[in-house]
């Protein structure tokens, strides 16, 4: 087999290509989404896809599109409206989207409430699940 090598101007590197008419696929190439990775011809779809840094993906809880790197950061994550928490309700284990925090907090059954006669002197606080405490029984 033989190589012949063309200089390619969109990269600014020299082309390998055999005397089948293909390009050489064991040639280093710069990662077309520039994240300074050099790849094997043969190897770069496959990076581009599940391995680059640089590679568009959704966030797999609000859908929103960007890079990886930046999309699987903590800075992403730690603001993504739709990733789910734990409710911060002692003894409640319900994972909620993030921004439904505050209506959550409204009917958790375990959520500090005051007395529904708070207005008129009882300084008692519960969970929703005892709030009636004045009930007789």
Known sequence: MQFSFFQNEKFGLAEIYTD?????TYQLVPCTNECGEKI???SLETHM????TQRIVNCQYCKRK????LITSS???????????QC?????????PRCSRASHN????????PCEYFTVGCNKRMKREQENHNKKR
């Open 66 to 69: 960007g890079r990886y790197q």
């Open 106 to 113: 409204e009917t958790c059954p375990k959520a500090i409430i």
């Open 49 to 52: 896809k599940d391995n680059c």
């Open 20 to 24: 089948r008419g293909g390009f050489c």
């Open 88 to 96: 911060s309700n002692e003894g409640c284990n319900e994972k909620i």
């Open 75 to 85: 800075s992403h994550l730690d603001e993504c409206p739709d990733r789910p928490i």
């Open 40 to 42: 094997r011809r043969s």
